[in-house]
């Protein structure tokens, strides 16, 4: 057995070396069978190897469209999203906890970060109304009063925080560029809390800041403050700015509104944009129509039938006056219809509105709202991108604003993708990010 090993040995050291025939035969069938098994051993490794790296590419490439902005970052960056998602659906499958409450586990500990302060601006946890937020308050400048932005984070109301580094960064740089004081507000989070409770601590933060007691205490201007919002905040943002301007109670109202790429309906998962961007990361709409279902508290077996439901021009439930609110074949511009027809109902659709009597709810669904609502708003900022399935809800939302008689500026990325105004920083840099930061930041400081 000895020599039987050593001979063994012997090959294997030499395997570099081009063993021969006769080393072989001088080994035995002992030792012949070891090296055909260490030689399989050998070649399934390499084959699992290979195999590994396809799956892993395979994983991790989407196809996009040429004229998204620098897509391999993006592609990556999906890759990364999707397997957190894919991780919390799989702890929601084995009863470990609520997908949302793991990929939010790890996005705190990935991204939220401590109140730090600089030479130039203080930053502090506090309370809007009893809602959570932080305070960016520019130093120095005297006893002037400063403009005032609140803030509401993305994250399909389930995700996120304003205490991430992402937001952190986006609120310091506006306060110090714009010398202005930024809240950004913590509202509670799906699926713990449902509609309408993001809306009602949206609502409180804003009643809070534009008291005059808080207004003084932070040294706000009370005609120069404003509410602004990316994704899920912008809809939480257009929702309370509605809410605000209604509201004949309150003495200081918002003077502008600027919403990032609103999420503002769900009657029609069917517009063009879902249509042309349905896969296009990093919001799917799957993924969008699963927020949707668990911002309103809805049974998640409702999704299928939520995306095969047919587009709102179409549906038999929607009143006229609703769906002229929803006609994109009137509100949208041709270049942004292309090709695109109205989706009808398919086999095995069933009523999903009376289901779910939030998709109709103004406040969850600003994009509903009368003109005569929208025409007492204040100026507003409407940013979408080409490749985004919100890309027309916000389009829309601009034009019904316009309509109704609102000074609206609506900017259009043509190589923009769904997030990629926070995407402004190291390691989620993107050129459009930095772009789209930049003129926002210009127009704050050119309107409020």
Known sequence: MRTSNQAFLKVVFDEHENVTVCDVASLGLLGLETLCLHAT????????????????AYYVYTPLPSAVSEPWKLILLDALFRSFIHAGDAAQALGVCHSVHMLNSVVSRLEVIEPWSSPTVRVTDSALGGVPARVFQPV???????????????????????????????????????????VSVDYRLAPDSVFPDQYHDALAASRA??????????????????????????????????????????????SIQALIYPVLQALDLNTPSYQQNHNVPILHRHLMARFWLIYLGADPSL??????????????????????????????????QKHYRPVGMETGSREVTGI???????????????????????RAYVMT?????????????????????????????????????????WPFLSSVGQRSLDNYIQWLDDNL
């Open 41 to 56: 051993v050998m070649r399934l490794r390499w084959s699992g190897g290979v195999l590994l790296s396809v799956a892993a």
């Open 140 to 182: 120095g400048g005297g006893a002037k009063l400063r403009r005032g932005v609140l803030y509401f984070h993305g994250g399909g109301w389930a995700l996120g925080s304003g205490r991430m580094r992402s937001y952190d960064l986006l609120c310091r740089r506006m306060a110090e560029e714009l010398d202005t004081v930024v």
């Open 209 to 254: 800041f534009l008291s005059p007691e808080v207004l003084q205490r932070f040294g706000v201007n009370p005609a120069r403050v404003g509410v602004s919002g990316d994704s899920s905040g912008g809809n939480l943002a257009a929702a309370v700015a509605q809410r605000i301007s209604a509201d004949d109670s309150m003495s200081v109202k918002f």
């Open 303 to 336: 999704l299928p039938h939520l995306l095969s439901s047919p587009s709102s021009l179409l549906h038999p439930s929607i009143s006229p006056s609703i769906r002229s609110h929803l006609n994109w074949t009137s509100l949208l511009a041709a270049k942004h």
């Open 356 to 378: 779910v009597p939030g998709l109709v709810d103004v406040r969850a669904a600003p994009l509903l709202a009368e003109q005569g609502i929208l025409g007492r708003t204040p």
């Open 385 to 425: 991108c080409e490749f985004d399935v919100l890309r027309d809800d916000g389009l829309m939302y601009a034009r019904r604003l316009q309509d109704a008689g609102v000074t609206v500026t609506s900017v259009h990325y043509d190589d923009g993708f769904h997030g990629c105004m926070v995407f402004s920083f």
